[in-house]
């Protein structure tokens, strides 16, 4: 047997993997492994500190059910979520930046008219949200469907209210031929997100916080389209540049819009949000193709598995 050397540990450990059957497998843990070895060399990582993450790590599992999943909430709060995200738009080619899918997706919401309510009796301020679906060509995509959640203005989603059995703030709508849509819901507000477990904790030890800024989740999807993924976040929100999950954007931040009521007296109408998404050709999809009104399919059920009450994203 050899004497190990550092550098001869790692190519020992790599080699471990030339039997691999699955290529993208033994792609991911390759790098995996040298990046893993790299930082131990690089932090000097004491056999003591190592037995802490250890133990950190069985914490988390720990502390994950079917309500809770600790482990996406440090993949979230470690940026990690947020990478995949990039990475994944980054390959996609134009259209509008995705955002963080988040826990709470579920499927199934009713489909409403276009200028409907999502909020039902919800108390909060009114907000109506309005734009256009469009291709990288800005061409209308009419029969678009946007797939809509939120939470409400105490910061909770309807699957973390105790005393809701149905779905609330959440809602389907389909474009028009214009490719044009508008509904209504409430104002949404800033939140944390759980820092009760071992996530917090290494939030506390990182000197951070654990507020997301107030934002509304969207699915947006056409036929031969690739699925939007995506969010919108409310301009100056006190934690829009410090979201603890990092999926604020500059190019998804939008501002509520003033306007007056309609047959024009002094009381002023709901305050609005405008804005346009774009959809990505699907892959082996020409990107001028002529958008047709068609009814997409229903976006599939998110891999996350069941939503988690609370876990807040």
């Known amino acids: 047997m050899k004497t190990l050397t550092e550098n001869g540990l790692t190519a020992a450990a790599l080699a471990r993997l030339a039997k691999a059957p699955n290529p993208r497998m033994k792609e991911i843990m ?3 492994i040298r990046h893993m070895h790299g930082f131990v060399r690089e932090t000097g990582l004491t ?4 037995k802490t993450g250890i133990e950190f790590l069985t914490a988390v599992g720990h502390i994950t059910d079917d309500k809770r999943q600790e482990f996406i909430l440090l993949s979230d709060t470690l940026g990690v979520s947020a990478m995949v995200d990039l990475v994944r738009h980054r390959r996609l080619g134009h259209g509008t930046d995705s955002s963080l899918l988040g826990p709470f997706y579920r499927n199934g919401a009713p489909e409403q008219p276009l200028g409907a309510s999502i909020a039902g009796d919800t108390p909060g301020e009114t907000l109506v949200l309005r734009g256009q679906v469009t291709d990288a060509h800005g061409r209308p995509l009419a029969d678009a469907l946007l797939d809509v959640w939120q939470a409400g203005p105490n910061g909770k989603y309807d699957i973390q209210e105790e005393h809701l059995t149905g779905m609330n703030l959440r809602g389907r709508f389909r474009t028009g031929a214009d490719g044009r849509y508008e509904f209504r819901s409430v104002k949404p507000k800033s939140y944390p997100v759980p820092d009760d477990g071992p996530v917090g904790v290494l939030l506390r030890a990182q000197g951070r916080h654990p507020y997301r800024p107030a ?3 969207f699915i947006v999807t056409a036929e031969g389209y690739e699925p939007l993924i995506t969010a919108l976040y409310i301009a100056g929100d006190s934690y829009i540049e410090s979201d603890a999950v990092f999926g604020a ?3 998804l931040t939008v501002g509520y819009h003033k306007s007056r009521a309609a047959n024009g007296k002094s009381e002023r109408a709901p305050d609005a949000i405008e804005f346009d998404f774009t959809l990505s050709a699907a892959a082996g999809q020409p990107s001028s193709r002529r958008p047709r009104s068609v009814r997409p399919a229903r ?3 998110p891999s996350r598995q069941s939503p988690r009450r609370r876990h807040a994203v």
């Open 30 to 32: 390759t790098s995996l």
């Open 47 to 50: 056999p003591a500190e190592w």
């Open 215 to 217: 934002h509304i989740h």
């Open 249 to 251: 954007k500059q190019s």
């Open 299 to 301: 976006p599939a059920a």
